[in-house]
Structures are given as C-alpha cells and as structure tokens.
C-alpha cells in the first residue's frame, strides 16, 4: 500500500476490491444507462443488492464524465457514487478531458454530500479500454489537484484490482509528485 499526504488529506494506493471497502462512498464505472454492466459494475451490484437498481431506475441516465449518486444498499459504503467514463477510441475524441470530468465529478459528489472518504476503482481502464498508465496519470492529477485546493474529504483510496494496476498507479504517481 502507498500513502501520500496533501494538505490534511491522505490519498492511498491499495490492491483489492471495491465491493469490500468501508469507506463513505465507492466510486462505480459505471455505463450511461446506469442499469447495470460487467467488470466492477457487475461486482457492485451483486454484492450491494436491487436497491442500488431500483434508485438506478429512478435516475434515467448519466451522460459521460457526469456523476450520480444512489444508497451502498448491503455494501459496507453509505453510498455508490456512479460515474460514467470515455470509451477510449484514439485519444483524440476527448478521452482525457471526460476522464478527468468522471473523477471530478465524483469528488464533488463526495463533498456536496459531506463525506469524508470515497474509493475509486480504474475507471475505462476495462472494458473502455483506456491505457492503463495514461488513466492513471490523469486519475491521480485530477485526485491531487482537487485534495491540495479542497480540505473536507479526508482519504481518497484508489483500489486496484490486480498487481499490475497498482504498479502502474504506483509508478504514474511516483512520476507525478517527483
Ligand atoms: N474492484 C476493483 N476493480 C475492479 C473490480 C473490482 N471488483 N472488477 C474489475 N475491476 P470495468 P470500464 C477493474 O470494465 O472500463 C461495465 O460493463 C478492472 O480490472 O469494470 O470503465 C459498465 O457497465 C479495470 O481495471 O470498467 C460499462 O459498460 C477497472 O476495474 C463498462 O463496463 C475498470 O474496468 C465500463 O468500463
């Protein structure tokens, strides 16, 4: 596990699954529909249960790079913030600007529901098919920039899947804070 501190904030690095954290939200890569996918989509929904779908429902859509937030139904978060990132075509149909606006708007979510943890998985890294080392670099910068201008959310944790995301996001933050 990696920690860094900015102002009095902790951003961590950990390998493992989203469906297992305790912090105030999880983050969901989720589709524009909101009604359920694979990959940690899937995992959200099996492990949290049908409220999570039923407020889903109620939503009707999310546009990519906008967030929404529902109930953590049987999970051990509070809430699943559900958030939709770009499909990664060539890097030129604005991959990086609506990558960054998913976590963004994530981390506003967060604050505006005054939370004080939230745990991002490698959101278009799957199924999108976003380079995993570029994701990472804008997940972090975007992570970094938001904790050193905003003090109320106290740990943002990226959990990554397997060994090799988390070296990824290992080396693009040692390069990102050198
Ligand atoms: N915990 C943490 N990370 C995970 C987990 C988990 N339980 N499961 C997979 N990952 P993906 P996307 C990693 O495909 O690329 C869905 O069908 C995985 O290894 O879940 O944003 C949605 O409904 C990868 O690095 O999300 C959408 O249609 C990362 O999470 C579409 O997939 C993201 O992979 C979204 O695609």
Not at 34 to 58: F, M, N, S, T, W
């Amino acid at each position: 596990m990696v920690k860094i501190t900015l102002n009095k904030s902790t951003l961590e690095l950990t390998e493992g699954n989203i469906t297992q954290q305790e912090t105030d939200a999880i983050v969901n890569a989720a589709n524009t529909s909101l009604l359920g996918g694979g990959g940690v989509d899937g995992a959200i929904h099996r492990a949290g249960g049908p409220k999570i779908l039923e407020e889903c429902r109620k939503l009707g859509g999310c546009p990519t790079g906008a967030a929404r937030i529902t109930t953590g139904g049987n999970l051990k978060t509070r809430y699943v913030i559900h958030t939709v990132g770009p499909v990664y075509h060539d890097g030129k149909h604005r991959e990086a600007e609506l990558l960054a606006s998913a976590y963004k708007n994530s981390l506003n979510l967060t604050s505006r529901y005054k939370l004080k943890s939230v745990a991002f998985p490698s959101i278009s890294t799957g199924a999108y098919g976003y380079p995993m080392h570029d994701a990472a670099a804008i997940a972090l910068k975007t992570v970094i920039d938001y904790l050193k201008t905003h003090t109320d959310i106290e740990l943002v944790r990226f959990v990554l899947f397997d060994q090799k995301a988390y070296q990824t996001y290992e080396k693009a933050l040692q390069e990102l804070i050198k």
